[in-house]
């Protein structure tokens, strides 16, 4: 995170403590876009996700008094637009999601590759299967429950380090590694039956 | 290293951030291992998937829910300490009422028995409050107005002090 960003939130947090006008409006310009579309990418769901940004962005307004800043703004904010977030998925039925270990690589008992391992690193490098390959991706992130979703979403869309994602979650940075790497593992499987079966049919 | 622990060791490995030593085993056995060969570049083609997927994502709030948040958040932030401040002042009159209560039930002698020892062990180590009782007492009428701040937050610990759902005094 730059050190341009730290001073802007820095005077944000400050302004909203005192009531300065222009406070929220600061606010809004900063975090409206990201906060929506971290909301969005958790609950899928348009009008649930504008609810959400409503409800963490009072959250900020009323708890910028207290907060502490022994960590960062946007990590707070972060976190309180995630915990939101999965407390309207609680409330929900849960969505149909796909089971993570289906879909992790197949070992034999002595750790050797249990199938044999098609390259198609080539093929999706040419430019017609771009597009294809980025809508795949975002379904199939879709598909993930949300405790994969998040981690993926912070890291790899929002491209925060683990170090930041950690602190957000709430959990240990070798927790969001593991996550992380089993959502990739996940999805390079996906994209494997993708793109063989596509040859096949 | 086998296939499994290496396929768990890419992470490290794609983005650079592996142990030297390692490396160099991971990449004796790719050299020896098709399948991990396959593994790793299709496993790099999906990061680097994921990696364009980020670039290409724009920022994009619709413009009617960026008006309707905004409209939204700047109305109830504006609200915000107006609403703090009844519920202050909600929290103050209920409690002067209660203090105006326990004051005079306990100069008609009509505490219940909870509040009574409550008060009595408080007076004995409080003389300020236990002057100010005997006065009541000894005059018999219900004081004007508010008693002085100190007292006052005596007697809010008093009631705080009470257990839940207990009355301060007899029906
Ligand atoms: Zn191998
Ligand atoms: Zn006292």
Redo the contacts with the bound molecule.
Sequence with gaps: MSAERWKDDEALLESLRKGTPGAVDELLRLYQGKIFNLAMSILKNESDAEEAAQDVFMTVIRKADTFQGNSAFYSWIYRICVNTCLMRLRGKRRNETVSIEEFMPVFTDEG??ASPMDDWSKEVERDALNEELGQMIRKYTEELSEKYRVVFVLSDVEGLSNEETAKILGLTVPAIKSRLHRARLYLREQLSRYLLEGKAG | MN?KE?AYMLADYCNGSMDPRLREELDD?LSR?E??MAFTKTFRATCEGTRKLREAIEYAIPAEVRERLGTFVRAAALKYPEKMREYRDQIERDRREKVADLVSAATAGKLSSASALLMESHCAACPECSGYFDALRSTGTPPAGDPPAGIRSHLIALMQALPPGEEFFLA
Excluded: E, I, K, Q
Aim: glycine share 0%; net charge neutral.
């Design positions: 050797m590759h | 296939c290496l056995h291992c399948p991990c």
